[in-house]
């Protein structure tokens, strides 16, 4: 039996990109270098040698792009502002050129009726700013927010929604901890100053927003992974509260006006020397929503149990994972959301990214079928209506992506988009997943 899940009429369908994920022209009109320049022109680090040079070269497609989303039907469009385009020196002089191309790519949303919803920081960090500390220095945190008044007194007479910062724990463990992205450094000892710093900025941030535009509706993006123990035996539940304490408490609680986890502070011995005081005020300045990334639930073991000393049940992730190897699990998407709406105070949330990889066939007869995908979105899209069926205030979906893109340290080998792109020659192709979303946004449901 088919079902049909009506959505709310105000809520939002739109797709999401980030700025060096599809623009390209990375030495055009005045930007400067970002850390993925350096880091992806730097050998080994990014799969295939792949850059963002190109990338899906929005940078001059944009008005192609902008008609695409039209015809895609979507009310809202999330992208990403180049921090180097706009300041190539991070701070100070402001580039006319770049802050244009934004500006003019929001008029053409608007006048396609579609919905502008920037995000400030998505990962390019100015490389100037990097050379001078990054973000283990608190004075990158006063140069986002200046970066940020910059923007929103530009943008803010048409933009009303604004996000600050997207995944500051990617940013904080892949570029900083690990250095599996930009700017690659592999410095644990730095996590806790980068993480802090990130949400220091986000909340400077907010208040400029607000200053430069009264009427913004202004939010963080946070990656949340549900934690799932292997079993209930106490070390495994102790070790998925751990995991979900360092990934998702550690940004939910400062910005809901509570304080650092403390299990997960003892646990790095931080001292906490980079929380001056208000910070922690300045972090919980309130937000009018947040965005939820997600993509995955982890299952978790403690390392120190055998299978023979667990106690039944197990939880077995799978089957299905996707080709980043993530776990296809939709109930996590609901129970994510009502646990959020649950345990903290959040006026709205809007799904800011959820997508799939998978190895899709090349186009046929202009045509890309992709029924994994299809069976991706619409699983996660009932599990929003159903959350939002309980109560819980949820104002929208952006699908990840709009386009194939530049998957950071991956290059063009995962392909996200709804809308295939060959990137020999730029053609655009609707995957069949695009015609379905079509739909879905088209009649507010999903059947
Ligand atoms: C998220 C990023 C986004 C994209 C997806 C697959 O972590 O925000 O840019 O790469 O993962």
């Known amino acids: 039996m088919s ?29 400067g270098e970002s850390i993925w320049d350096r880091f992806s022109h730097t050998p080994g680090r990014v799969l295939g040698g792949d850059t963002g040079d190109v990338a ?53 949303l608007l006048e396609a009726g579609i919905r502008p919803f920037p995000t400030l920081y998505h990962w390019d960090l100015p490389q100037v700013l990097e050379d001078a500390g990054g973000w283990p220095a608190r004075a990158t945190a006063e140069a986002f927010a200046e970066y940020a008044s910059a923007v929103a007194s530009r943008l803010g007479d048409r933009v009303t929604d604004w996000f600050t910062i997207n995944e500051p724990w990617v940013v904080t463990q892949l570029g900083y ?26 909340g400077l941030a907010v208040e400029r927003i607000r200053a430069a535009c009264p009427r913004a509706r202004v ?61 922690m005020e300045i972090i919980a300045t309130p937000i009018d929503r947040l965005g939820v990334n997600y993509y995955r639930r982890q299952v978790v073991a403690a390392a120190s149990v055998t299978d023979e000393q667990r106690p039944l049940p197990w939880t077995q992730a799978g089957p299905r994972f996707t080709e980043m190897g993530w ?32 190895p899709d066939p090349a186009p046929v007869g202009g045509r890309v079928s992709d029924p994994e995908r299809v069976a991706y979105l619409r699983a996660h899209l009932l599990a929003v209506h159903r959350a939002i069926g309980d109560g819980v205030p949820v104002g929208g979906y952006f699908v990840w992506s709009l386009l194939d893109n530049f998957e950071w340290a991956f290059g063009y080998s995962k392909r996200f988009g709804i809308v295939h792109v060959d990137f020999a020659d730029q053609t655009r192709t609707w995957k069949d997943s695009a015609a379905w979303y079509r739909d879905v946004a088209t009649n507010g449901s999903v059947s």
């Not at 244009?100 to 929001?106: A, K, T």
């Not at 901890?177 to 986000?202: D, N, Q, T, W």
């Not at 105070?345 to 997508?355: P, S």
């Open 177 to 202: 901890v690990l250095g599996l992205h930009a700017p690659g450094r592999a410095e644990p000892a730095v996590g806790p100053a980068v993480a802090h710093h990130l949400l220091v900025a986000h």
């Open 3 to 31: 079902t049909r899940a009506r959505f709310p009429d105000d809520f939002r369908w739109g797709v999401a990109t980030a700025a060096y994920q599809i623009e390209g022209a990375t030495t055009e009109d005045g930007r």
């Open 327 to 358: 776990e296809v699990y939709p109930p996590g998407l609901y129970d994510l959301l009502r646990r959020l709406h649950c345990e903290y105070d959040f006026a709205e949330y809007l799904i800011t990214e959820n997508g799939a990889a998978f």
């Open 56 to 108: 899906c070269d929005h940078y001059h497609r944009w008005r192609d792009d902008v008609a695409l989303m039209a015809e895609l039907g979507v009310g809202a469009y999330r992208f990403s502002i180049a921090w180097p385009r706009v300041l190539p020196e991070g701070r100070g002089r402001v580039n006319p050129q770049g802050l244009g191309f934004y500006d003019r790519l929001v008029d053409a």
């Open 219 to 279: 939010g963080i993006v946070l990656n949340l992974d549900p934690m799932e123990p292997r079993s209930l035996h106490p070390a495994d539940v102790a070790e998925a509260r751990l995991h979900d304490a360092s990934m998702n408490r550690w940004y939910l609680d400062p910005i809901s006006g509570r304080d650092y986890p403390r299990e997960v502070t003892e646990l790095l011995e931080w001292d906490r020397r980079e929380v001056r005081p208000g910070d």
